[in-house]
């Protein structure tokens, strides 16, 4: 049976430009053909969308303007058949962002969260999709602060991605560490060796697994069931075309094989194919695979 998995994340507008290389030396004007291109994205629609071609049930949370761009934002979620109705219109505008990105995968990235940080989700409306979820996927934004205690609180099993750490003290972060059962985060900015920080990392918030997506080198794996640290190399099978949304393609598939009972370096093995065919395609939405094709490379 399908597991249902409560996300909450920010969902936005995400123009994709394909520069030279950085820095960007000035020139008043380029003509990338085709290189410039605007799709539905941010976290929490990048989650959603892949645990939804895994084949799970997603109950997506999140924040939009009442502008052209949520209703492009609305369609484009109808047309992957994630629901809407938990999408409140209530922004003065829509999010937006822009990520520059070089031929070897380097990036930046331009987010415009527009007033969204000054959002909150009350834990009490959403206790029902709370207590109907297996588990729950709340990005690092202000808006989920409570719900992540709430959910710890009703033994959820609960995940969150902080993307880049530079300490494990850290104040934006701390309620997400604190209450997350499942810790992703990128090694973009780690002060130590990874496998130093993921320890650190766990001394100070106890999470039940950790994992550092360490981009072309894979990722590392602490699961504490089994007290040990696992390297589980990058799926290097498929060619690289845009590594955006990398991190969020490897945390959603992780999650999708963990909520089904696989064990945390099982679900690892599978995230990073996921992850690693994912960065084959262009665009945030597109290539995420299914289920039968991961295992057939698996075997
Ligand atoms: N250049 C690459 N070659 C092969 N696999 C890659 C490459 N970049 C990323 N991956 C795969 O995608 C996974 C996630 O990428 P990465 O570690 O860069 O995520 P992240 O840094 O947490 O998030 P972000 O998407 O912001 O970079 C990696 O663990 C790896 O399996
Ligand atoms: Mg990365």
């Known amino acids: 049976m399908a597991k249902k998995i409560l996300v909450s994340g920010l969902v936005n507008i995400e123009?994709?430009?394909?520069?030279?290389?950085?820095?960007?030396?000035?020139?008043?004007?380029?003509?990338p053909f085709f290189g410039v291109n605007s799709n539905v994205a941010g976290v929490g629609c990048n989650i959603a969308k892949a645990l939804t071609?895994?084949?799970?049930?997603?109950?997506?949370?999140?924040?939009?303007?009442n502008d052209y761009e949520a209703g492009r934002i609305f369609s484009e979620l109808d047309s992957k058949g994630i629901a809407t109705h938990n999408i409140h219109r209530s922004l003065k505008n829509t999010p937006t962002s822009v990520i520059l990105f070089d031929p070897e995968g380097k990036r930046?990235?331009?987010?415009?969260?527009?007033?969204?940080?000054?959002?909150?989700?009350?834990?009490?409306?959403?206790?029902?999709?709370?207590?109907?979820?297996?588990?729950?996927?709340?990005?690092n934004i202000n808006f989920n602060r409570a719900l992540i205690k709430k959910?710890?609180?009703?033994?959820?099993?609960t995940a969150t991605d902080v993307h880049v750490l530079d300490n494990v003290e850290n104040d934006y972060n701390r309620d997400f560490m604190e209450n997350a059962d499942i810790l992703f985060l990128s090694d973009e900015g780690l002060p130590c060796s990874h496998e130093d920080f993921i320890r650190q990392l766990h001394?100070?918030?106890h999470n039940r697994v950790i994992v550092i997506g360490m981009?072309?080198?894979?990722?590392?794996?602490?699961?504490?069931?089994?007290?040990?640290?696992?390297n589980v190399p990058a799926y290097d099978k498929a060619k690289v075309v845009n590594t955006v949304g990398a991190g969020d393609?490897?945390?959603?598939?992780?999650?999708?094989?963990?909520?089904?009972?696989?064990?945390?370096?099982?679900?690892?093995?599978?995230?990073?194919i996921f992850a690693g065919i994912k960065i084959g395609f262009n665009g945030a939405g597109v290539g995420f695979s299914d289920e039968s094709h991961i295992e057939a490379i698996i075997n």
């Open 108 to 139: 930046q990235v331009y987010c415009d969260l527009k007033d969204i940080q000054e959002q909150m989700l009350h834990p009490e409306d959403l206790s029902d999709a709370l207590a109907k979820a297996d588990a729950a996927a709340l990005c």
């Open 15 to 31: 123009t994709t430009v394909e520069v030279r290389g950085f820095p960007i030396n000035y020139y008043p004007i380029d003509y």
């Open 249 to 272: 393609s490897l945390y959603s598939s992780f999650l999708h094989y963990y909520v089904k009972g696989f064990s945390a370096e099982d679900s690892l093995r599978r995230a990073v």
């Open 215 to 230: 981009g072309a080198k894979g990722a590392l794996l602490l699961d504490s069931a089994e007290k040990r640290l696992i």
């Open 151 to 157: 959910a710890r609180q009703m033994h959820k099993l």
């Open 53 to 65: 071609a895994l084949g799970d049930e997603v109950e997506l949370f999140s924040f939009t303007g």
């Open 203 to 205: 001394e100070r918030y």
